[in-house]
């Protein structure tokens, strides 16, 4: 994909190196949000204790080491602005950390193709009479809090959570890809977005509410019915891609890489983790070949929504 001049996201928050909320923060007090570390040192300053400047210098060192920077990040409310609607929006559950600048080849990519998705979806959207509003994506890595989706883990490969609507990607899986998982290229994980904004759209559409009613009065059907998410998924993943091959900056060997992905991503290949609430990323995909024909179809019928029913047909 021939990415380089193209228009980034305003909607990327870059976390990668702050840690992990799930080590060293746990045994300290963290309700009272980024505060906490630093009123425990106040408290000890002010204290008579002998022992108090070697729970103090722990303290720093703890901090100078990273590991209070997760407590840090916690609370606090800031606003964001959409880059082209125009759209203020109040971010009450994550903190947005104003003027972050991703500025490595892998955060500006994923950047890029959060903005090409955010300009297909929008132009989709309209076209249908629906407005888009596009979804975060967070960037991390090993572990990172969600606003509803429990932590998430890099172990468990690049995420949407629902209750936040918001994608988090720990961009090691990049090299997974290609390494691990044998579809290298930068299409491949270009898709591996473009699936997880898939599921935005299934957020803003109603079927994730209606994939969730669903499996809560007839459990038995949970992993069938996700699997038909997966492969919707899929299906705007691919729709996406026809619109980057109309923008004329599709590569050879781009689609290649992204059936590579999807066959990589099958469930007979890869496995997932729980997070709790309603993430389909953590139940069943389809086969490798069932995601590589569900992705085809979405780039022939370029996303139409009309050809996008993955619930009431075969999907063999
Ligand atoms: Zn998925």
Redesign the pocket.
């Given at each position: 994909m021939k990415w380089e001049d193209l228009r980034r996201s305003s909607n990327v928050e870059d976390r990668r190196g702050m840690g992990s909320p799930g080590r060293g923060g746990g045994s300290l007090p963290s309700g009272s949000g980024g505060g906490g570390i630093i009123n425990i040192l106040l408290m000890l300053l002010m204290s008579r204790g002998k022992g108090k400047w070697l729970i103090i210098g722990l303290l720093v060192l703890f901090m100078v080491a990273g590991g209070g920077s997760a407590l840090f990040g916690g609370g606090g409310t800031t606003s964001t602005e959409y880059g082209n609607s125009g759209v203020v929006f109040e971010d009450t559950t994550q903190k947005a950390e104003q003027g972050d600048q991703v500025t490595d080849a892998e955060g500006e990519f994923l950047s890029v193709v959060l903005a090409n998705t955010e300009d297909y979806w929008t132009q989709h959207f309209a076209e249908n009479n629906l407005q888009y509003t596009p979804p975060k994506l967070v960037l991390y890595t090993e572990g990172t809090n969600t606003g509803g989706c429990g932590i998430g883990s890099s172990s468990a490969g690049p995420?949407?959570c629902p209750a936040d609507q918001t994608v988090y990607i720990d961009v090691s899986f990049y090299r997974d890809l290609s390494q691990k998982y044998g579809a290298p290229g930068d299409f491949a994980m270009a898709y591996v977005l473009a699936?997880?904004v898939?599921?935005h759209v299934q957020q803003l559409l109603g079927t994730m509410d209606d994939y969730q009613k669903t499996i809560q009065q007839n459990p038995s059907i949970k992993n069938e019915l996700s699997v038909r998410?997966?492969l919707q998924?899929d299906y705007y993943a691919g729709g996406w891609s026809k619109y980057v091959e109309e923008q004329g900056i599709l590569e050879e060997g781009d689609i290649e890489e992204a059936l590579q992905a999807a066959f990589a991503v099958g469930d007979d290949t890869l496995q997932k983790e729980s997070y709790g609430y309603v993430v389909?990323?953590s139940f069943t995909?389809g086969t490798s070949a069932q995601r590589q024909e569900w992705f085809s179809r979405g780039y022939k019928y370029a996303g139409d929504f009309e050809q996008a029913d993955t619930f009431s047909q075969s999907i063999e």
């Open positions: 995420f949407y699936h997880e898939g599921h998410v997966e998924a389909p990323d995909h």
